[in-house]
């Protein structure tokens, strides 16, 4: 049986598509940041301090039977918090991987559900006049089935309506 013109065209469409998403770049970078009025002294052991983060972090805020459990010292290097949420949260631990004072925090994102993800994570804090910006930033690899959904779904609306709920939460909590 000869395939039809309208097939073959919806074939070519399907395989222009999944090549379009695999072109899409391998990595992903997302950022915000938010003015806050104070200093970085006041505000940096909110995010180096593990506990002190999961106050204002808009992830464990999403599932308030989240099952979580912090390891290694309180803050700093090593402190850890792994994690078991509902489909919004996930399952996965955060590492503080490197610190300075007032400076910056990088941590490492380790997601095993709803989808695998190696993340680097990084809160760097600015003086700047008025207080201090903070940035919040995530990088990983993309695997193909991100690039898919992020063809489909606006993957950074979705994180900058997290990032932005978390900043302000932390803007919150230091101005109060």
């Known amino acids: 049986m000869p395939l039809t013109p309208w097939i073959v065209a919806l074939c070519m469409l399907i395989v222009a598509f999944l090549l379009y998403v695999n072109s899409k770049p391998d990595r992903g970078r997302f950022e915000r940041s938010l003015l806050i009025n104070a200093p970085a002294e006041k505000i940096f052991p909110l995010i180096n301090d593990m506990a002190a983060s999961l106050t204002w972090n808009p992830f464990v805020k999403k599932d308030p039977n989240i099952r979580g459990e912090l390891s290694g010292p309180a803050a700093g290097v090593g402190a850890r918090y792994a994690f078991v949420g509902n489909k919004d949260v996930g399952t996965g631990s955060v590492e503080i991987t490197d610190s300075r004072a007032s400076d910056y925090v990088h941590m490492h994102l380790l997601m095993q559900a ?54 302000a939460a932390l803007k919150q909590q230091v101005e109060a």
């Open 114 to 167: 709803p989808f695998a993800a190696d993340n680097q994570v990084a809160f760097t804090l600015t003086p700047e006049a008025g207080g201090t910006r903070v940035s919040w930033a995530m990088e990983g690899n993309t695997t193909y089935l991100m690039k898919l959904i992020s063809t489909v779904l606006n993957m950074d609306k979705m994180m900058a309506r997290e990032f932005d709920a978390g900043l």
